[in-house]
């Protein structure tokens, strides 16, 4: 089992930055991969942005050049720098983790970008 425990969302303006957080309760020995996906109203769970435990990194389309995945391994913790936030980014953001092949999430964290 792996909690993980997110922070960081809240209410910013178009162009503004947020920074997520998520702190996992096991070490990030025996884990192969830690993200954020995200779910907007009426659409479904999309990945945004996810590194593995070699530090390769994935990032959406829509957020390439904006959003930066980083991962501390001795906080066993993945943040999420978004700079540049558009409306389209107002989002229910989910902590995940692949751990020893199973996948866990955390309780998700609403960013709301206004226009």
């Known amino acids: 089992q792996v909690q993980l425990v997110e922070s960081g969302g809240g209410l910013v303006q178009a162009g503004g930055s947020l920074r997520l957080s998520c702190a996992a309760s096991r070490t990030t020995f025996s884990i192969n991969a830690m993200g954020w996906y995200r779910q907007a109203p009426g659409k479904q769970r999309e990945l945004v942005a996810i590194?593995?435990?070699?530090?390769?990194?994935n990032y959406a389309d829509s957020v390439k050049g904006r959003f930066t995945i980083s991962r501390d391994t001795a906080k066993n913790t993945v943040d999420l720098q978004m700079n540049s936030l558009k409306p389209e980014d107002t989002a229910v953001y989910y902590c995940?983790?692949?751990?020893?092949?199973?996948?866990?999430w955390g309780k998700g964290t609403l960013v709301t970008v206004s226009s």
């Open positions: 590194i593995t435990s070699r530090d390769s990194t």
């Open positions: 995940y983790v692949d751990y020893r092949g199973m996948d866990y």
